[in-house]
């Protein structure tokens, strides 16, 4: 598939401090979708007016939306198997996105993008505090400076612990 990523095309003038705005990026539809799909209802879209580009008539809003939902209904029942048909089903997506919300609007659903993909990322472990006191004095033994490293270095530890065993027994 083709990896580059589309700008968005501002509406106003474009900005000459930042990062530019991007489009939608097939690793994205995943986190994006269910955002987007929760923001185009019409009582949604006049709640936040400034994230909407203004529209001459509820006709002219109306032909936008609908393909928008259509289109992105059918990226989220069944994203094709082939990347191709991914591809232009992302284009045709992120051309309806476009003209569909402001430049203000497309950088608060990046904003909100942003931070649903970190929350994703992270994990909170609890632990009990002798248990932390524990790895901290085997982080200073094995000279790791993170809690990431400590797990590492113990899991890789026992995977070949554990293969070793298989070994032996096979």
């Not at 949604?44 to 393909?67: C, G, I």
């Not at 200073?140 to 032996?168: G, P, R």
């Amino acid at each position: 598939m083709n990896h580059t990523k589309h700008e968005w095309q501002y509406h106003d003038k474009k900005p000459t401090k930042g990062r530019k705005l991007l489009l939608l990026q097939p690793d994205e539809l995943v986190y994006a979708l269910p955002l987007i799909i929760r923001l185009l209802p019409m009582r949604e879209t006049a709640k936040r007016l400034d994230w909407f580009l203004p529209f001459e008539s509820k006709m002219e809003l109306q032909a936008q939306h609908m393909p928008l939902s259509t289109q992105l209904t059918v990226i989220a029942t069944s994203l094709p198997t082939d990347d191709s048909g991914l591809s232009l089903d992302l284009d045709a997506v992120n051309l309806a996105l476009n003209n569909y919300f402001s430049d203000y609007g497309w950088r608060m659903v990046r904003k909100e993008l942003s931070q649903i993909k970190k929350r994703k990322k992270k994990s909170h472990i609890e632990l009990s505090n002798d248990l932390i006191h524990r790895l901290k004095a085997f982080m200073t033994l094995k000279q790791l400076d993170s809690f990431d490293q400590a797990m590492d270095h113990l899991l890789s530890n026992e995977e070949q612990d554990h293969d070793i065993d298989l070994i032996e027994m096979g």
